[in-house]
């Protein structure tokens, strides 16, 4: 079946450091990817997708770009302030139903 | 923000009862979900609608049941509640294309 692996966290930067969070997937056909953010009591907010291979999706200076060949969608920004802190989670969806699969969640911690 | 609302938004209640919980939208969009958060999982799938009296099983069904009467209300009800149900849920809607919105959350704490 479908699955989503993203490193695992805690993980702790500095602002104005550069952040990155690997993922990647196994699904089969040409999925839909995405990057959900989760800030602290809140429910779950699309930051970026990308539904064809070689997309690159961004919001807010977070990039990830569509890998089919190697079946990744890392996230990437290259200054992080304290306000980023909060829990990613990268997913994918495909077929009709648009049912989402999700990774574990990776929380990032960014201190002043 | 789809205009999703989840009721209870907070919930203490002891094993072996019933317990429902709600999702409300203003957005007459088609499908909705129902998904548990835990900690090293990520959000899994428990049900999801895809019209009114339409529901499916998602990856982690067992012990839940949903009801779907009307396009704005998807009720997730748990018949018998057990402690490894203890967890915070999540409902999401989604128009028909890929994208899904998410409500604010219930979390349920069974005793």
């Known amino acids: 079946g479908d699955s989503v692996t993203q490193m695992e966290g805690p993980v702790t930067l500095s602002e104005e450091a550069f952040l990155t969070i690997n993922c990647t997937y196994t699904?089969?056909?040409?999925?839909?990817l995405f990057w959900y953010v989760q800030y602290p009591g809140e429910g779950l907010q699309l930051l970026l997708k990308a539904t064809k291979a070689d997309d690159k999706g961004s919001n807010k200076g977070f990039e990830a770009t569509y890998r089919k060949e190697t079946t990744s969608f890392h996230l990437e920004k290259g200054s992080v302030q304290v306000s980023d802190s909060a829990v990613y989670f990268c997913?994918?969806?495909?077929?009709?139903?648009?049912?989402?699969?999700f990774g574990a969640g990776t929380t990032v911690t960014v201190r002043a | 923000d789809a205009g999703i609302t989840q009721s209870p938004r907070h919930k203490v209640t002891e094993t072996g009862t019933p317990v429902t919980l709600r999702c409300h939208q203003t957005e007459n969009h088609r499908y909705m979900y129902w998904y548990r958060q835990d900690p090293g999982h990520g959000l899994r799938l428990i049900h999801y609608?895809?019209?009114?009296?339409?529901?499916d099983k998602g990856e982690v069904s067992d012990g839940y049941s949903v009801s779907r009467s009307k396009t704005e209300d998807f009720l997730l009800t748990l018949e018998s509640a057990t402690s490894s149900q203890t967890s915070v849920y999540f409902c999401?809607?989604?128009?028909?294309?890929?994208?899904?919105?998410f409500g604010p959350g219930t979390r349920l704490t069974v005793l």
């Open positions: 997913a994918l969806s495909r077929g009709n139903d648009y049912k989402l699969s």
């Open positions: 999401a809607t989604r128009p028909d294309q890929s994208l899904q919105f």
């Open positions: 699904a089969t056909g040409y999925p839909s």
């Open positions: 609608s895809y019209g009114v009296k339409d529901t």
